[in-house]
């Protein structure tokens, strides 16, 4: 994904909070039966290690991630009055994971549509979500107003839409679609526009480009996806329209992400700890499992990846094995077997 972030065989595994450990040990079990040859460096972070270390987010850990370069991670509650807006927010910041990248593929069958094969990628690091935001007082009431600030540099536009084009010549995609509001937002989203068509240039006849309204594009996501290929768009937008996508396909429990720096790499599933089914045994581990596929991908080991996707493929449409959000009836443990057994 990025030559300069591949790691080697040992990788940072955080199970996290909720349904983190049921999951992950659901996806170990499937990497170590394909094959994987990985070693697993264990860490502690989120709600879990606050007992143990003092902190969500433990400096062994982050010394760990530093050194291996590539984590695989469950989802991770924020306690509430912690130092941390959001641990995994915190991760992101530190190793300045600034491309999140979230394939949205289609696994179930006689969904909406079929046959889906999107990736968006979102800028991580900028925009609105930086956080600089405050409220105005006036006249008595402490809360009149709020103000929030959207960051756009042109360094930070220029590597998220190189990182979008560089992956589509890698992974053999044909077009990427910038989605913005520089209509309106003429300063910070016409930055960002400006950057694109700029760059859009050293790629042409490789890769090719549009831009696109950034309200457009929801419409036409819903209406016709298939004419979209990579999208590339800021921070709160790709927050956004990534669960609009993972809709498209039946939801978050299939939705997985990569976070990409220059040096380090974290992958997780889109979904969060689930507290509601967290110890039932009864968590689709889908999420986390097409994750590590992506993080096989980034270690130069596709083969590996795309033999479990297959397995995992074969599960679903066949209907061997199907969690509860899925519509059936198994468990965590009997839809791993199966995806095992297809593994062959
Ligand atoms: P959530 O994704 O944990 O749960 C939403 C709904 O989806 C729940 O009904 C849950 O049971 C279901 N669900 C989620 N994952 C599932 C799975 N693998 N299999 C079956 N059903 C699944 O979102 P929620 O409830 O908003 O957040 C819970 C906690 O997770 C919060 O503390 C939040 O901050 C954290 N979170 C962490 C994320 C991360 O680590 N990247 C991402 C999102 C939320």
Redesign the pocket.
């Known amino acids: 994904m990025n030559s300069g972030a591949q790691g080697g065989n040992v990788v940072t595994v955080i199970a ?1 909070d ?2 983190g450990a049921e ?1 992950t040990d659901a996806v170990l079990r499937v990497l170590n039966a394909a094959g994987a040859g990985l070693e697993y460096d264990r860490r502690e972070a989120g709600v879990g290690a606050i007992s143990a270390h003092g902190t969500p987010l433990p400096q062994s850990t982050l010394d760990s991630i530093d050194a291996n370069r590539v984590a695989l991670k469950g ?4 306690p509430a009055g912690s130092g941390f807006r959001s641990v ?1 927010v915190a991760i992101r910041k530190h190793f300045d994971l600034y491309a999140n990248v979230r394939p949205v593929r289609t696994i179930v069958p006689g969904g909406r549509y079929e046959d889906i094969d999107l990736v968006l990628i979102r800028e991580n690091t900028e925009g609105l979500y930086v956080g600089v935001e405050h409220f105005i007082g006036m006249e008595g009431d402490p809360k009149a107003a709020a103000e929030s600030v959207m960051i756009t540099t042109r360094f930070g536009s220029e590597r998220i839409v190189r990182f979008a084009f560089d992956y589509s010549l890698a992974h053999g995609r044909k077009k990427v679609t910038l989605a913005h509001k520089a209509n309106i937002l003429k300063h910070t989203q016409g930055l960002f526009l400006e950057v694109g068509q700029r760059l859009a240039g050293d790629y042409a006849g490789r890769v090719g480009f549009e831009d696109r309204i950034i309200d457009a594009t929801a419409m036409y996501l819903v209406l016709d996806p298939y004419r979209f290929d990579v999208l590339v768009m800021e921070n709160m937008f790709g927050d956004i329209l990534s669960d609009l996508m993972a809709g498209l396909v039946g939801g ?2 299939f939705a997985p992400a990569a976070n990409v720096g220059e040096r380090h790499a974290v992958f ?1 599933a889109v ?7 967290a110890g039932q045994g009864v ?2 581990p889908t ?1 986390l499992l097409l994750s590590a596929c992506l993080m096989l991908d980034h270690l130069g080991r596709s083969a590996t990846a795309n033999r479990i996707r297959d397995a995992v493929s074969v599960v679903v449409r066949g209907a061997l094995a199907r ?1 509860h ?1 899925m519509g059936g009836d198994d468990g965590t443990a009997a839809f791993t077997n199966a995806v095992v057994r297809a593994l062959g």
């Open positions: 996290g909720g349904i999951v989802p991770l509650a924020t995994n978050l429990g997780e979904h969060g700890s689930a507290p509601d089914i968590a689709n999420g969690t959000d």
